[in-house]
């Protein structure tokens, strides 16, 4: 039991967070997309994420409450270290909530204030976002070299949210707005494709103990089906829209799939690098667990309450699918 419970929160958050950055990173996309779009278009684009947008959400805060209440000690180091990005994020989470509601409230004059709002506070949460995974993936680190690292993720991280957005809008909308998400994805999925190559060579180079397992015997042939399958899923995405004769005929959901399978085997490729560590050379997920009992009783919370959350998901995206109709506030 000391050892398979930290292992299942450990899974348990990991598993929040990966579907986190799926879901709220599509409508954060939606936000850095939202200067790109006409009036009526941007209306659209928020209709999309309307039902939505709020539930995203609430993965964080089931990753972060795992993280505080199943490693306290890992929790305490990780967000001290993170203190400013973590504060910048909750800033941009704010703004984007507050932009939200009061654009359907505002009057013509001030909609257009609020709109960007609303895309500055994505920029500012999707930046902070890649400043914490570089911060982590660095070991927490405080060298010249980690923080050029943990920028290189901040500026590389709204790609991927930005091709995420774009995806979102082939599934849910059609006519001119579809075309131009078209557009718009084919534009970023370049840039994220260096990103994420910068990103898996900087890798490497920043973390010593990550160097070791990639490029260990037989270690780094456990991970090669991780960056084969990668640039595979990437091609097939990079054929997609340069094809897009599939994304016209009722198949726009492959390229959404697509990034889908990239996330988790990124996410994949992450864990392999860090576990057992919860901090990168620095604690193991045993050394910072809680107690057996603490563990125990939590246990049974998380296993009512993840279900309950992936159960809610389906049902809310299930009863919203299809394309989105205009957006109205009666």
């Known amino acids: 039991m000391?050892?398979?419970?930290?292992?299942?929160f450990a899974g348990a958050m990991g598993l929040a967070l990966l579907i986190y950055v799926i879901l709220d990173g599509y409508d954060l996309g939606i936000g850095l997309l939202l200067p790109f779009a006409t009036e009526s278009e941007k209306d659209l684009m928020i209709a999309s994420i309307g039902p939505f947008w709020d539930a995203n959400e609430t993965w964080i805060v089931l990753g972060i409450g795992i993280l505080?209440?199943?490693?306290?000690?890992a929790?305490?180091?990780i967000l001290t270290a993170m203190y400013i990005p973590v504060t910048l994020m909750l800033m941009g989470l704010v703004l984007r909530g507050i932009a939200f509601d009061f654009r359907a409230k505002a009057v013509s004059d001030k909609k257009d204030m609020w709109n960007l709002i609303f895309?500055?506070?994505?920029?500012i949460t999707a930046c902070s976002q890649g400043w914490m995974l570089g911060t982590y993936i660095t070991g927490l680190g405080v060298t010249g070299l980690s923080w050029l690292f943990s920028i290189l993720i901040a500026l590389t991280l709204p790609a991927l949210y930005v091709l995420l957005g774009a995806a979102w809008l082939l599934i849910k909308t059609e006519g001119e707005l579809f075309d131009k998400a078209m557009r718009w994805a084919t534009r970023a999925i370049l840039p994220m494709g260096l990103a994420l190559l910068l990103v898996s060579i900087a890798t490497p180079l920043i973390s010593q103990t990550i160097a070791d397992k990639w490029f260990s015997y037989p270690n780094g042939l456990m991970l090669l089906p991780i960056p084969v399958l990668s640039t595979l899923t990437y091609g097939f995405m990079m054929s997609l829209l340069y094809r897009q004769h599939w994304l016209r005929e009722g198949r726009e959901w492959l390229l959404f799939a697509g990034l889908i399978v990239l996330c988790l085997l990124a996410a994949l490729g992450l864990a392999y690098s860090i576990l057992p560590d919860i901090i990168i050379g620095r604690m193991t997920i045993w050394e910072s667990a809680a107690s057996t009992p603490s563990l125990l009783f939590t246990f049974w919370g998380t296993a009512i309450?993840?279900?309950a959350i992936i159960t809610y998901t389906f049902f809310v995206?299930?009863?919203f699918s299809g394309k989105t109709s205009e957006l109205t506030y009666e």
């Open 119 to 123: 895309s500055v506070g994505s920029l």
């Open 305 to 307: 309450v993840l279900p």
């Open 75 to 77: 929790h305490g180091e």
């Open 2 to 8: 000391e050892t398979w419970l930290p292992l299942f």
């Open 317 to 319: 995206y299930r009863i």
């Open 68 to 73: 505080l209440i199943a490693f306290p000690q």
